[in-house]
């Protein structure tokens, strides 16, 4: 059975070359392996502390960013709050002001109406008064003589000139 190890055959050779390739590569090469392994771990675990640090500082960030995000929140509503409070009293002064806008127009449109009926009396007074002289110079010119027109004149004449002295 062990014929096939005879070392006169080149197989046996390649198979002993082989196996003392295989322990010496073993022996020498054992460490620088375990060293490449061991600083193959080396980084993978410093990598996996960088990222749990991350994690941990997004996780930080996150919860700063929540907190103001609610912070905000609550400023928005107060400034809402305080807006509505201020346009409601806009809107109340608005209001009054525009409640005494009107009574004041009120007031402007009596006191034009009441001026408007003055002048309107004053030319319904004026009229009657020119209607009832031409009447009256009506009736004088057909009942009155001359004689006595020429008195009336006179007299009217005389009282004027008391009046305006």
Do not use: C, P
């Not at 928005?76 to 005494?100: G, P, R």
């Not at 408007?116 to 020119?130: G, Q, W």
Request: hydrophobic share 40%; glycine share 2%; proline share 0%.
């Amino acid at each position: 059975m062990l014929e096939f190890l005879s070392f006169t055959e080149t197989g046996t050779w390649v198979l002993v070359s082989f196996v003392l390739f295989i322990a010496l590569a073993y022996k020498k090469g054992k460490q620088s392996i375990l060293s490449g392994l061991d600083s193959k771990i080396e980084k993978i675990k410093s990598d996996l502390d960088a990222a749990e640090k991350l994690r941990i500082e997004a996780q930080e960030i996150l919860a700063k960013y929540q907190r103001q995000h609610r912070e905000a929140d609550k400023e928005a509503k107060t400034l809402v709050k305080s807006a509505e409070k201020q346009a409601a009293l806009i809107k109340e002064k608005i209001l009054l002001e525009f409640e005494e806008t009107q009574k004041n127009r009120e007031i402007w449109l009596k006191q034009r109406v009441k001026r408007m009926e003055e002048d309107a009396l004053s030319e319904i007074k004026a009229e009657v008064s020119d209607l009832s002289s031409r009447a009256t110079q009506e009736i004088l010119i057909t009942e009155v003589d001359q004689k006595a027109h020429d008195l009336m004149v006179d007299e009217t004449i005389k009282s004027l000139a008391k009046s305006v002295a």
